[in-house]
């Protein structure tokens, strides 16, 4: 009996490691899931599938993640989202029910948002500092950084601490000197990152704020050359995809 127990305790250990080794060969696929506008879509790519950022970046992952093999790629990117619209048009809604799904397991989620919401107020500003101009920059900033803010928090709270989120700042579209909107490339330069003139804060101070409250990590574009940039005052090249991809991987990388 005392050489049968033995035998029993001197197997335990070993069951132990043969049961934890069948779960990580059972462990399904991981997910990296996509978000934002039409620079996730890969808009101003030659190839949106292959040259544009998400799909570059999603390379980097399955390079660096562990099980790199299994991970799988669901781009939700939708052309024309503001931080309103993502959250009232589905696009968020689809993001969350993707998370929750119990045949995934989102571990990277990258988030490329508020760029448009800075774009329309170039609709107002196209006649200069105006009174009108002046209080709708504030207003849509605001506006901007509440959305952002629910945004980031119920992804957050859906993906888990242990997800990876990635945000990404913008780059000055209207630096490019064929974009019609090129006079204004310094006032878009303060709505990014803010002038003691003008506004406290610009859209990337909002991105970078509200990334540390969640837990997020930044991925700094900054600014991009001409031939990095499309003329259209919005997208980027594939060399300015190269560049977006670039830096999300070194803030996953830093993570």
Known sequence: MRAK????????PLAIVLMAAACDDDAGPSD?????????EGVGATDPAVTAHVPIFYEHLRDSIDDGDELRLSNLGRGGETAASFIADGQLAEALATIGDEETDVRVITLHLGGNDGAALFDICGGGLTPECQAAIPATLGG?????DS????????AGEDATIVVGTYHNALAHPGCEL????????AVLEGDLTLLPEG???????????????????????????????????????????????AAFDAS
């Open 151 to 158: 945004v980031l928090g119920q992804l957050r709270e859906a």
């Open 5 to 12: 127990l033995r035998l029993l305790l001197l197997a335990a």
């Open 203 to 249: 859209i990337n101070d909002i991105i970078r704020a509200t990334a540390a409250r969640h837990g997020a990590v930044v991925a700094e574009v900054g600014q991009l050359s001409e031939a990095q940039l499309v003329d259209d005052c919005r997208h980027t090249t594939d060399a300015g995809h190269d560049a977006i991809a670039a830096a999300y991987a």
């Open 32 to 40: 990296y899931l996509a978000l934002g506008d039409s620079v996730v």
């Open 182 to 189: 090129n006079a204004f490339a310094a006032l878009a330069g």
């Open 144 to 148: 901007l950084a509440q959305g952002y």
